[in-house]
């Protein structure tokens, strides 16, 4: 079913979009009863997390945030404009934030993102493998890396870089899949003690 698209969507009408899809300055002022982002132009809600995700998805942010190189910061659930239609939030990026409006910027865009964190959970698979790194790298997006769960609870992050000519990613080269520890160069020096951010 869809209804007129005529001006902003209302609590009312928001989950009947036109054909033509609903755009991020029609939905942006919503209060909604649950987190969600805006997929091809319809409202999606977005998943409940648990305890360890939480707890991993924030300790790699304050890991990245204590050996962040100038200019580049961090935040975590952020929303990022792919396009009107499509706004998600990634668990971490790390982004640039020269350029921005800091008092006015709603949405962080793809053009200024170094990486994106996603941290896998259950209801999260899909998109985390697939979609979202599509997304990502099609927007030009310099790293990705999917954080998942092992069967022995152990951290692995599998980190991708950009192939700027097909712009999908493929694993880094030297440490495609980390355990224990995380070192890589890329966006700039990191050392994350994976251990740790479970060791609790």
């Not at 969507?9 to 899809?21: C, K, L, Q, R, V």
């Not at 050996?67 to 990022?80: D, G, I, K, T």
């Not at 990502?136 to 890396?145: G, L, R, T």
């Not at 097909?166 to 160069?185: C, D, F, N, Q, R």
């Amino acid at each position: 079913m869809t209804t007129p698209q005529q001006g902003p969507a209302t609590e009312d009408n928001w989950m009947f979009p036109s054909a033509n899809g609903w755009t991020f300055g029609q939905v942006k002022h919503l209060e909604l009863p649950f987190d969600w982002e805006l997929v091809d132009g319809v409202i999606a809600a977005r998943g409940q997390t648990n305890v360890w995700h939480n707890e991993v998805r924030d300790g790699i942010a304050d890991a990245l945030k204590a050996v962040r190189a100038q200019p580049y910061r961090v935040l975590n659930e952020q929303c990022v404009m792919l396009d009107e239609q499509n706004v998600v939030k990634p668990d971490v990026i790390v982004y640039d934030p020269r350029k921005l409006d800091f008092f006015e910027a709603e949405c962080i865009p793809t053009a200024r993102l170094a990486l994106v964190v996603e941290v896998v959970s259950p209801g999260s698979r899909r998109d985390d493998r697939v979609s979202k790194p599509a997304q990502f790298a099609e927007a030009k997006v310099p790293c990705y890396w999917r954080v998942e769960l092992d069967r022995d609870r152990r951290l692995a992050v599998h980190e991708y870089w950009l192939n700027a000519d097909t712009l999908s990613y493929i694993p880094a080269p030297l440490h495609p899949v980390h355990h224990g520890k995380l070192v890589t160069e890329l966006p700039f020096p990191v050392e994350i003690d994976l251990e740790a951010i479970v060791g609790f």
